[in-house]
């Protein structure tokens, strides 16, 4: 896991800084999808707007390098899910032997498959996406809006607060906690924030829970990629509005 100073774990965007501001679930690959969607100037414009990926744009997939060179795209950022983590483990860390990246579930063996350009092409672009952040918060006014790969490890949020960012990649345990549904004490609700939203967990539909929210609707195995609107959400947290492309 990679070491970060707690100023370079979390992230802040204010909203009335862009026309409009996306979430995207977990791409995976799905390219195509994601030029749908950015190349419609009815819903989104490159010059004004800013599209925040909620991690795992690769693997699966079979267009991770192009997902990847979003990363070139001043209107693009994301946030580091666990199949980033573990792309950067086995290329930029050598740890070739011991990784799962290459498992067929996991779905990293399209990089094996690359030219040696290529293939220093994904260095440089995963030189860049260990420069992002774990944590993105959106801000307008009063309200806002977070935004993890998996989980958020605490049931208070505070901005530059010091969490496990292995958990904030890979853990599920509080979706669990939501499915279970207990009657005597709320395992969810993430404090110090109006919204939380997460990929990772994969679902048929986005999924909302007290105040957390999951969009990860597994696009690269059923054609449909879920973008939240930020702008319009933040100013009715109790309606999230979505797109799905597909």
Not at 33 to 44: Q, S, V
Not at 89 to 96: A, E, P, R, T
Not at 108 to 123: D, I, P, T
Not at 154 to 162: A, D, R
Request: charged share 25%.
């Amino acid at each position: 896991m990679m070491n970060k100073k707690s100023s370079d774990v979390y992230k802040t965007y204010q909203v009335n800084d862009y026309r409009k501001i996306f979430v995207m679930g977990d791409a995976h690959g799905s390219f195509d999808l994601i030029k749908k969607f950015t190349n419609n100037p009815t819903l989104f414009n490159k010059e004004t707007d800013l599209l925040i990926a909620a991690g795992d744009i690769i693997d699966r997939g079979n267009q991770s390098l192009n997902c990847l060179r979003l990363l070139n795209e001043k209107w693009f950022d994301m946030v580091i899910g666990n199949h980033e983590l573990m792309a950067i483990d086995y290329v930029l860390q050598g740890n070739v032997s011991k990784s799962i990246w290459m498992n067929e579930f996991v779905g990293g063996a399209w990089y094996l498959s690359l030219n040696q350009e290529e293939k220093n092409e994904v260095k440089i672009l995963l030189e860049k996406v260990e420069m992002k952040p774990y944590i993105i918060e959106f801000m307008q006014d009063d309200k806002r809006i977070c935004l993890a790969h998996a989980n958020y490890p605490s049931n208070q949020y505070e901005n530059g607060k010091l969490i496990d960012l292995s958990l904030t990649a890979w853990d599920i345990t509080r979706y669990k906690e939501a499915k279970s549904k207990s009657l005597f004490y709320d395992p969810v609700t993430i404090f110090g924030t109006d919204l939380f939203v997460f990929g990772h967990y994969q679902t048929e539909a986005p999924e909302q829970h007290k105040n957390c929210l999951w969009i990860d609707t597994a696009a690269y195995r059923t054609g449909n990629l879920t973008f939240l609107d930020v702008t319009n959400t933040i100013k009715n947290i109790g309606s999230p509005k979505f797109f799905q492309i597909n």
